[in-house]
């Protein structure tokens, strides 16, 4: 960056810090001169909804404000947060939750099993990404026991159980998205829009108490995050893979493995037709099974990761890597582009015109990749990915454009989507029939009736052993699945680590293997950081 643009942000910062009551004389006075008690955090992720539950936020990492009833632990297994217990009835249509009796909200209002109900039905209504179609209805059976009754079995409902925080039935209203009432550690004081959020330990709270009083995050570009951090105004902060071999002095770079994962979902089928918006629907070249695997072989997954990431991240070859469903034999040996036209030719592509690239009958090997046009990492990623590609005969026009052009466009071309959560589910919205042209989910009309049937045998598991096993074959069973082994629906091309600073005094804790970016997942075990 340009010595003048890096003092511009400083002085930036150094303006906006003073002006939210982050420091004062913010150049002398740095976080490092600010009470041990309070933490100033440039981590990104500003909800643009707000911190209602009910309407997604929290699906990704800890909600913060709200408690959940259960949550993962380090090894990502799934332990009591505000349950004490459950019991699943024989046919799997009945959950049934006991709740802990000591539990208030900030506002002093205790935590009931009405409160639980309210939340299910609120969020199931909301239609936020959190799909609750499968919840029937809700009852609190009494204060402290809730039955959730399904209309189908559902293994991974306890998932749900975990992704959603409780909100209070008598303090939610159409204000509570800038203003929570939770059971989580810390409640919301202060939140100007676009600058700053200011949150102080809520002194109700059952569990652990945190060490740090004061929450101060910040909203701040990536670049003027690390501007921050080198003017020691943070004491953690969220930085892009360009800046991560820059060191900053009194602070440790944290490289941390995530699923948030980036690849190319494929139009599966032929051009068929539109939607009932008028959208086109499939792609002639993409449809072509060889086409799709040769991709997925010809690519150099180390590669990207070591030159679009700078190394911090590791090579994607399923939705769901390193989770306790992830089905190693899934993985694919690549960067084969030998093998790759090797495919291509079998299947009947060949340059006979002797321009580069393959063709089929009348059909040429082409088709658009889409990607959202600001996004550095995935307009890097796809066009790293189309010059690995061409070489082996198939062109790939790389095209930014805005989330809602992408939206009428993505049942016809390629696009460069990212995923990954701690919920099995997020398989079956990706990759199952039922979700064909639905929002982001299924956008490229996969189907396959075998995946299907796995997915569904998962579901009606009676267990979490046996349900991992079932979304394991769905992957790849030794014949098919939905991963590059089988019918290749997407490349994956890597998971993108998450990179922070931190001040080498503050230890973060164990960290779990994270979800997507959304929201703040660094945050879940807030209650374990602490100064060495």
Same mark, same amino acid.
């Given at each position: ?11 930036? *910062? ?37 911190? $209602? !539950? ?21 090894? #990502? ?16 249509? =009945? ?14 209002? !205790? ?9 299910? @039905? ?7 990404? %959190? ?5 029937? =209805?809700?009852?609190?059976? $009494? ?54 959020? %200011? ?14 009083? &004061?929450?101060?995050?910040?909203? /701040? ?14 004491? %953690? ?61 010809? #690519?150099?997954?180390?590669? /990207? ?17 390193? /989770? ?34 393959? @063709? &089929? ?30 070489? *082996?005969? *198939? ?28 919920? !099995?589910? @997020? ?24 995946? $299907?049937?796995?997915? =569904? ?47 080498? @005094?503050?230890? %973060? ?24």
């Amino acid at each position: 960056m340009h010595v003048y643009r890096r003092m511009g942000l400083l002085l930036a *910062i150094c303006l906006f810090l003073a002006i939210a009551g982050g420091c004062s004389n913010a150049r002398d006075k740095g976080a490092d001169q600010q009470s041990k008690d309070e933490l100033v955090l440039a981590i990104g992720g500003e909800p643009d909804e707000g911190f $209602d !539950p009910t309407t997604g936020w929290g699906r990704y990492g800890s909600p913060l404000f709200q408690s959940t009833l259960f949550k993962r632990d380090q090894e #990502l297994k799934l332990v009591s947060d505000l349950a004490t217990g459950y019991e699943i009835s024989e046919d799997g249509l =009945r959950w049934t939750v006991t709740l802990r009796e000591d539990v208030v909200f900030s506002d002093g209002a !205790p935590l009931t099993a009405d409160d639980v109900r309210y939340t299910f @039905e609120q969020t199931a209504q909301s239609g936020s990404t %959190i799909d609750l179609s499968n919840l029937n =209805r809700v009852e609190a059976q $009494d204060s402290y026991t809730v039955a959730f009754h399904l209309v189908e079995p559902q293994s991974s409902f306890l998932h749900m159980l975990a992704a959603i925080g409780i909100v209070p039935a008598h303090a939610h209203d159409e204000n509570y998205a800038r203003n929570p009432i939770g059971s989580g550690p810390y409640k919301l004081v202060q939140w100007d829009r676009g600058q700053q959020l %200011i949150a102080e330990v809520n002194p109700n709270y059952y569990g652990k108490a945190p060490q740090f009083k &004061k929450l101060v995050f910040l909203f /701040l570009s990536e670049d003027a995050a690390f501007a921050a951090a080198q003017a020691g105004q943070v004491h %953690i902060a969220a930085i892009p893979s360009a800046f991560s071999k820059q060191q900053i002095t009194g602070m440790r770079l944290e490289s941390l493995r995530s699923v948030d994962n980036r690849g190319i979902m494929f139009p599966y089928v032929p051009a068929v037709g539109e939607t009932e918006e008028g959208f086109p629907i499939g792609n002639d070249v993409t449809a072509d099974t060889a086409i799709r695997k040769a991709i997925n072989v010809a #690519l150099d997954r180390e590669a /990207l990761v070591d030159g679009i990431l700078e190394g911090h991240g590791t090579p994607a070859y399923t939705l769901n890597d390193g /989770l306790p469903w992830f089905q190693e034999q899934a993985v694919i040996e690549d960067g084969r582009p030998e093998e790759a036209r090797r495919m291509l030719s079998e299947a009947g592509w060949t340059d006979e015109d002797e321009n580069g690239v393959l @063709e &089929k009958g009348a059909l040429e090997a082409r088709f658009r990749l889409l990607y959202p046009a600001g996004d550095v990492t995935r307009e890097s990623l796809a066009l790293a990915a189309a010059d690995m590609i061409r070489p *082996i005969g *198939i062109d790939i026009e790389v095209e930014g454009m805005s989330w809602e052009d992408i939206r009428k466009q993505m049942h016809a071309n390629a696009v460069l989507l990212g995923w990954g959560s701690h919920d !099995p589910q @997020e398989m079956a919205a990706v990759y199952g029939s039922a979700y064909r042209g639905v929002d982001f989910f299924n956008p490229g009309y996969y189907s396959n009736a075998a995946v $299907d049937g796995y997915m =569904r045998d998962a579901q009606y598991a009676t267990s979490e052993e046996e349900a991992n096993d079932y979304w394991k074959l769905a992957q790849w069973d030794g014949t098919t699945g939905l991963s590059a082994k089988g019918d290749a629906p997407w490349a994956w091309l890597v998971n993108v680590n998450h990179l922070y600073v931190v001040r080498e @005094e503050l230890d %973060i804790g164990e960290q779990p293997i994270h979800p997507h970016g959304h929201g703040w997942p660094v945050t879940a075990n807030i209650e374990e950081w602490q100064w060495r």
